[in-house]
């Protein structure tokens, strides 16, 4: 008897082998920070915070935008709750609260900095 192979209808979706589905925020810092990059500066005092938030960042990417952005992968998917205590908010929302109170580091004011949520998508 001979057999047909038949090949699964293909799923277009994003899909991750990691064992969770991880969250992407977007950092608009506000100027260039390309020339940021030492220890204590802008870049390395960002990830710092938002690692003292209890996350696990995964990767980042190059900066874009003419240096003035990143996005970062977290571990898990962060949803709406009680960020800081008090009102409920996105995870991105709260990260933008704790980025601005930041302040200036090393001659870039955060005060102005963004953080949007994110989808995965390869351009």
Do not use: C, R
Not at 5 to 18: G, H, L, T, Y
Not at 26 to 46: D, L
Not at 81 to 106: C, K, M, P, R, Y
């Amino acid at each position: 008897m001979a057999q047909t192979k038949v090949n699964p209808v293909w799923v277009d979706e994003e899909n991750f082998f990691i064992g969770l589905t991880p969250s992407f925020v977007e950092i608009g810092f506000g100027a260039a920070v390309n020339a940021k990059t030492g220890p204590t500066s802008t870049i390395q005092t960002v990830i710092h915070a938002i690692q003292n938030e209890n996350v696990t960042i995964l990767g980042h990417s190059a900066l874009y935008d003419t240096n003035q952005s990143m996005a970062i992968m977290i571990q898990d998917e962060k949803g709406t709750d009680t960020w800081d205590g008090s009102n409920s908010e996105t995870f991105a929302a709260h990260l933008e609260d704790v980025i601005q109170a930041l302040g200036t580091v090393d001659g870039v004011n955060l005060a102005s900095a963004t953080v949007t949520a994110k989808t995965f998508e390869l351009a």
